[in-house]
Each structure stands twice: as structure tokens, then as C-alpha cells.
């Protein structure tokens, strides 16, 4: 599946922001799907994560009560709502997706989006 991600910016700290993941081709239900965020020197990190038929959702510690990963399999799209957003939020922010069930190592997600930043400044 391809994927291409959008909806990132500038926001202020405490500010709110979503994302959006659009998948092209006709299995998207068939992918879990997850967020991972790489900050400037730092590696690529799991962030959220939502399973096929989205019963299941996971999260990382950093994130979990501030974001919310959800999908819509009619409109081929994963979102990511981010709230209460922090500076150490800011990284560059990707869609990846998976034939399987959901988890979280990296390794696992074999379809990845182009990226979109994210930055969380006064």
C-alpha cells in the first residue's frame, strides 16, 4: 500500500493538532496501522499504533491520554489527533502500515509514508 501523510505544522505548546494518513489501493482494511515520529538526531520511534478493524489501539508512554490514532477503512485514512502538545513533541511525523496484527517494533511495518513535521514552538 502507498501511503502519503499530512497535517503537520507549527503549533504552540498546549496546542492541538491532526494528522492524516491516505492509503491508495483496495486491501487497506487488511493493514494495521501505526504512527512513528524521528526527531533531529534521535532514531525513529513508535508512537501509536491501530489494528485492522480498529478494536485495538496502542500507544507509547510519552503519548498515551494526549493522542488518539483512529481510522476510517471507507475513506482509506489513518488519523492522528494530537492534543496538548509539548516541544519535545516535534519531530518528523510517519505513516507506516502492516499485513498483520498490530504492534509496535518498527521492524515489523513494511509500507511507510513520506513524512510530514511537526513543531510545537512559542
Known amino acids: 500500500v502507498q501511503l502519503q501523510a499530512s497535517g503537520g505544522g507549527l503549533v504552540q505548546p498546549g496546542g492541538s493538532l491532526r494528522l492524516s494518513c491516505a492509503a491508495s489501493?483496495?486491501?487497506?482494511?487488511?493493514?494495521?496501522m501505526a504512527w512513528f515520529r524521528q526527531a533531529p538526531g534521535k532514531e525513529r520511534e513508535f508512537v501509536a499504533a491501530?489494528?485492522?478493524?480498529?478494536?485495538?489501539?496502542i500507544y507509547a508512554d510519552s503519548v498515551k491520554g494526549r493522542f488518539t490514532i483512529s481510522r476510517g477503512n471507507a475513506e482509506n485514512t489513518v488519523y492522528l489527533q494530537m492534543s496538548s502538545l509539548k516541544p519535545d513533541d516535534t519531530a518528523v511525523y510517519y505513516c507506516?502500515?502492516?499485513?498483520?496484527?498490530?504492534?509496535?517494533?518498527?521492524?515489523?511495518?513494511?509500507?511507510w509514508g513520506q513524512g510530514t513535521q511537526v513543531t510545537v514552538s512559542s
Open positions: 507506516a502500515g502492516r499485513v498483520g496484527l498490530v504492534g509496535r517494533p518498527r521492524d515489523d511495518y513494511d509500507d
Open positions: 489501493g483496495r486491501t487497506f482494511s487488511s493493514y494495521s
Open positions: 491501530i489494528s485492522r478493524s480498529g478494536g485495538v489501539t
